[in-house]
């Protein structure tokens, strides 16, 4: 069975830092590309980042440029995302999500990350 | 950056109703527009992708069509599990969703 499971998700004051992990398994992670999608309480949807199959090329929503990191390790079949200096506009649950001839076509649960103090 | 917009933001509608839910890009993005469902406390689930393919497993009632800027979902006959919210979206590299549609009961 295909599963996406996002962890690390909570509470953190504002200008903190988390690191959001996706456990994939049922198909093959390194094949794919994969993405973080979020979404603010009430809002839509916005798709945060990108990753290569191989970690060589990323890509970033201009808004969060310097702040997210994404990152991958096809060994653990493992999907991150690194998030430094946290505000209160970053509040949303967090999706991991397999990118298929450019759809998203599997997505996580998603994990909640509130930033508060 | 491109922009997507949807139309309308909300509707009403009855089971076996026709649906029609229509996306714009701010450029061309030939045929590179996906469609998602979400459902409440839900993932979003992806139902058309390159516009007008229909995801498997996804009921035909659901079809898209358009190409470059103007797009459009259809729902062919409502069905109560359809009443949820639904976005376009451009994907390449990069990534944006339209701001949704919220088809409810009426």
């Known amino acids: 069975e295909v599963q996406l499971v996002e962890s690390g998700g909570g509470l953190v004051q504002p200008g903190g830092s988390l690191r959001l992990s996706c456990a994939v398994s049922g198909f093959t992670f390194s094949s794919y590309w994969m993405n973080w999608v979020r979404q603010a309480p009430g809002k839509g949807l916005e798709w945060v980042a990108t990753i290569k199959q191989d970690g060589g090329e990323k890509y970033y929503v201009d808004s969060l440029k310097g702040r997210f990191t994404i990152s991958r390790d096809n060994a653990k079949n493992s999907l991150y995302l690194q998030m430094n200096s946290l505000r209160a506009e970053d509040t949303a649950v967090y999706y991991c999500?397999?990118?298929?001839?450019?759809?998203?076509?599997?997505w996580g649960q998603g994990t909640m990350v509130t930033v508060s103090s | 950056d491109i922009q997507m917009t949807q139309s309308p933001s909300s509707l009403s509608a009855s089971v076996g109703d026709r649906v029609t839910i229509t996306c714009r890009a701010s450029q061309s993005i030939s045929s590179y527009l996906y469609w998602y469902q979400q459902k409440p406390g839900k993932a979003p689930k992806l139902l058309i992708y390159?516009?007008?393919s229909l995801q498997s497993g996804v009921p035909s009632r659901f079809s898209g069509s358009g190409s470059g800027t103007d797009f459009t979902l259809t729902i062919g006959s409502l069905q109560p599990d359809d009443f949820a919210t639904y976005y376009c979206q451009h994907s390449f590299n990069t990534a944006t969703f339209g701001p949704g549609t919220k088809v409810e009961i009426k």
């Open positions: 390159a516009a007008s």
């Open positions: 999500t397999r990118h298929w001839s450019y759809a998203f076509d599997i």
